[in-house]
């Protein structure tokens, strides 16, 4: 986390759309929730996107991906 933003790199190609599902496929991983309850709700077309998460808390976010994008426990995400 830097100045109260959690940074995720995805790897996937900003091209139809394909690094915001990955994005949303990671966070809902992550968090263990379903995909539709991750919302991308402004900067779909920027580097800098505010999300919009269900049903999990801002401190569960900070912990679960806030502190390490990928825990040594957890493997490697794959996009689609």
Do not use: W, Y
Request: hydrophobic share 45%; net charge positive.
């Amino acid at each position: 986390m830097h100045d109260g933003v959690i940074k995720i790199r995805i790897a996937a190609p900003a091209v139809e759309n394909a690094a915001n599902r990955a994005l949303v496929d990671f966070v809902a991983q992550r968090l263990g929730i379903a995909k539709r309850c991750v919302r991308i709700v402004s900067g779909s077309a920027s580097r800098r996107k505010v999300l919009e998460i269900e049903g999990v808390t801002p401190d569960a976010v900070s912990r679960t991906i806030g502190s390490v994008a990928r825990p040594p426990s957890l493997p490697p995400f794959d996009a689609p």
